[in-house]
C-alpha cells in the first residue's frame, strides 16, 4: 500500500466486487449477526475461533433457517478475508458435527419443485388469448406475452435472461440481442444472453430457438417477428420484450400466466399435495418436461438449456401418476392388481395379506384387510 497505494485501492476492489450486489448484501448480514454475537459475549471476533464459530451457529439457528446458515457462514467467510485472517474452516471437524447436529435438530421441509410451464400447457392457455394465433388481432400486452412465453420455452431461458424484476442486477435482454438467422438448413430466432448465470466469465452465449416447419402456431419466429415489427416502442437498443414501454417484468409474467392456468384448471401440487406456484424459472423447467416427455436424450437436454452438469434434474418434475407407471412395472408379476385409469382420482387396490404371504413363516397368522392407495393426479 506504500509502494502504490492506487494499485493497492484496484486490488482491494476485486477482493470487495467480486459479488454481485445482492450477495454482497447478503453476506454483509451473515458478519454483521456473527460481530453482534461476538460484541455481546465479550469474544474475540477475528481471527475466528471454532469454538466461538459453533456456539454462533448453535445461537443463530434458532432464529433463522438451517438452509439458510449457509449465507450466513459465507459471510463470516467473507469478512473474515477481508480482515486479512484467510479463512481456515474448511474441513473443520468440530464445525461438521456442529452442522450434522442442527441439521438433524431442525429438519428443512423438502424443497418445492417449480411449476413447470411446458409444451403442453403453453397449447391449453395460449388459445384463451383473444386472436390467437393471429397477432395482428391481439391486444400489445398478449403479443408480447405469447411470445416471451414460446421464447422461453424453446430457448430453455431463465427467468433472469428474459424478464426485469426490481431486485435483480442482470443485464436486460435487449432488441440487438435477438436476431433471427439460418442455423443449418433451419431458420432460428438466435438469443444472445449477456453474460450467462453459468457462464458469466462469457461475454454472451447464443440460445438458437428453431422454427417450426409443420405447425407455425407456436414458432418463435414466427412470434418473434410479428411482436416486434408491431410494438410502437420497440428499439434494438431497448429491452427486447416490452410491456407498456417498459421491460416485461417477472411479476406481470407471473401473474399472467397464473390466471391462465386457473381458467384452463391446470394445477401441479407438491408432495404435500398443496398447490404450487408459477415462479421465474417455470419456463426453462417447462422446457426439460417438455424435452424429457418427448424423449430428448439427456446430452442433448444439457446441450439445449446449456448445462455441463446434472442441475438440469432440478428442473424436472415428475408427475404422481409417472411415478406410479414405474412402480406398477418393477411390481409386474405379482399379485399386484391396479384399478381401471380414471381421468380423475386414480386407486390401486390389493390385498396385502396375500401380497406378503409368501414371506413369512407359516407359523404366523396374519388378518389384514385390503389396502386402498388414493393417489392423486
Same mark, same amino acid.
Given at each position: 500500500?506504500?509502494?502504490?497505494?492506487?494499485?493497492?485501492?484496484?486490488?482491494?476492489?476485486?477482493?470487495?466486487?467480486?459479488?454481485?450486489?445482492?450477495?454482497?448484501?447478503?453476506?454483509?448480514?451473515?458478519?454483521?449477526?456473527?460481530?453482534?454475537?461476538?460484541?455481546?459475549?465479550?469474544?474475540?471476533?477475528?481471527?475466528?475461533?471454532?469454538?466461538?464459530?459453533?456456539?454462533?451457529?448453535? %445461537?443463530?439457528?434458532?432464529?433463522?433457517?438451517?438452509?439458510?446458515?449457509?449465507?450466513?457462514?459465507?459471510?463470516?467467510?467473507?469478512?473474515?478475508?477481508?480482515?486479512?485472517?484467510?479463512?481456515?474452516?474448511?474441513?473443520?471437524?468440530? %464445525?461438521?458435527?456442529?452442522?450434522?447436529?442442527?441439521?438433524?435438530?431442525?429438519?428443512?421441509?423438502?424443497?418445492?419443485?417449480?411449476?413447470?410451464?411446458? %409444451?403442453?400447457?403453453?397449447?391449453?392457455?395460449?388459445?384463451?388469448?383473444?386472436?390467437?394465433?393471429?397477432?395482428?388481432?391481439?391486444?400489445?400486452? @398478449?403479443?408480447?406475452?405469447?411470445?416471451?412465453?414460446?421464447?422461453?420455452?424453446?430457448?430453455?431461458?431463465?427467468?433472469?435472461?428474459?424478464?426485469?424484476?426490481?431486485?435483480?442486477?442482470?443485464?436486460?435482454?435487449?432488441?440487438?440481442?435477438?436476431?433471427?438467422r439460418h442455423v443449418g438448413t433451419r431458420r432460428a430466432l438466435v438469443v444472445g444472453v449477456p453474460q450467462p448465470k453459468a457462464r458469466?466469465?462469457?461475454?454472451?452465449?447464443?440460445?438458437?430457438?428453431?422454427?417450426?416447419?409443420?405447425? @407455425?402456431?407456436?414458432?418463435?419466429?414466427?412470434?418473434?417477428?410479428?411482436?416486434?415489427?408491431?410494438?410502437?416502442?420497440?428499439?434494438?437498443?431497448?429491452?427486447?420484450?416490452?410491456?407498456?414501454?417498459?421491460?416485461?417484468?417477472?411479476?406481470?409474467?407471473?401473474?399472467?400466466?397464473?390466471?391462465?392456468?386457473?381458467?384452463?384448471?391446470?394445477?401441479?401440487?407438491?408432495?404435500?399435495?398443496?398447490?404450487?406456484?408459477?415462479?421465474?424459472?417455470?419456463?426453462?423447467?417447462?422446457?426439460?418436461?417438455?424435452?424429457?416427455?418427448?424423449?430428448?436424450?439427456?446430452?442433448?437436454?444439457?446441450?439445449?438449456?446449456?448445462?455441463?452438469?446434472?442441475?438440469?434434474?432440478?428442473?424436472?418434475?415428475?408427475?404422481?401418476?409417472?411415478?406410479?407407471?414405474?412402480a406398477s412395472s418393477m411390481w409386474a408379476g405379482t399379485s399386484l392388481q391396479l384399478a381401471p385409469a380414471t381421468s380423475g382420482?386414480?386407486?390401486?387396490?390389493?390385498?396385502?395379506?396375500?401380497?406378503?404371504?409368501?414371506?413369512?413363516?407359516?407359523?404366523?397368522?396374519?388378518?389384514?384387510?385390503?389396502?386402498?392407495?388414493?393417489?392423486?393426479?
Open positions: 500500500m506504500r509502494s502504490d497505494p492506487a494499485l493497492a485501492q484496484v486490488v482491494d476492489q476485486g477482493f470487495r466486487e467480486h459479488n454481485t450486489v445482492g450477495t454482497t448484501s447478503s453476506y454483509g448480514t451473515g458478519a454483521r449477526d456473527y460481530a453482534r454475537f461476538c460484541t455481546e459475549r465479550s469474544l474475540r471476533m477475528w481471527p475466528v475461533d471454532e469454538i466461538s464459530y459453533c456456539g454462533w451457529l448453535h %445461537v443463530t439457528t434458532r432464529r433463522i433457517k438451517v438452509a439458510s446458515l449457509d449465507m450466513y457462514m459465507a459471510g463470516v467467510r467473507d469478512a473474515s478475508i477481508l480482515e486479512g485472517h484467510g479463512w481456515h474452516m474448511p474441513g473443520n471437524e468440530m %464445525v461438521r458435527r456442529t452442522m450434522r447436529f442442527l441439521k438433524r435438530k431442525y429438519p428443512a421441509a423438502k424443497k418445492g419443485k417449480k411449476v413447470p410451464v411446458t %409444451v403442453g400447457v403453453l397449447g391449453r392457455i395460449l388459445p384463451l388469448l383473444a386472436g390467437w394465433p393471429d397477432m395482428a388481432t391481439m391486444t400489445e400486452d @398478449d403479443r408480447v406475452f405469447a411470445s416471451a412465453s414460446v421464447c422461453a420455452v424453446c430457448g430453455f431461458l431463465r427467468g433472469g435472461e428474459f424478464l426485469a424484476s426490481r431486485k435483480s442486477t442482470r443485464a436486460v435482454l435487449k432488441g440487438s440481442d435477438m436476431a433471427v458469466f466469465w462469457l461475454e454472451s452465449e447464443s440460445v438458437p430457438c428453431f422454427e417450426n416447419v409443420v405447425d @407455425d402456431t407456436m414458432c418463435p419466429v414466427r412470434l418473434w417477428e410479428e411482436y416486434s415489427s408491431r410494438c410502437p416502442a420497440f428499439k434494438s437498443s431497448g429491452p427486447a420484450f416490452l410491456l407498456r414501454g417498459k421491460a416485461l417484468s417477472r411479476d406481470f409474467m407471473v401473474q399472467r400466466t397464473t390466471g391462465l392456468m386457473r381458467l384452463a384448471n391446470i394445477a401441479f401440487v407438491d408432495h404435500r399435495g398443496d398447490t404450487m406456484d408459477v415462479r421465474a424459472a417455470s419456463w426453462r423447467s417447462g422446457a426439460v418436461c417438455s424435452a424429457v416427455k418427448a424423449g430428448v436424450s439427456v446430452p442433448h437436454i444439457m446441450a439445449l438449456g446449456r448445462w455441463s452438469s446434472s442441475a438440469w434434474e432440478n428442473y424436472l418434475l415428475q408427475a404422481p401418476m409417472d411415478l406410479q407407471g414405474s382420482l386414480r386407486v390401486a387396490e390389493f390385498d396385502v395379506g396375500g401380497f406378503f404371504a409368501p414371506f413369512f413363516a407359516q407359523s404366523i397368522n396374519i388378518d389384514l384387510s385390503t389396502l386402498c392407495i388414493n393417489v392423486n393426479e
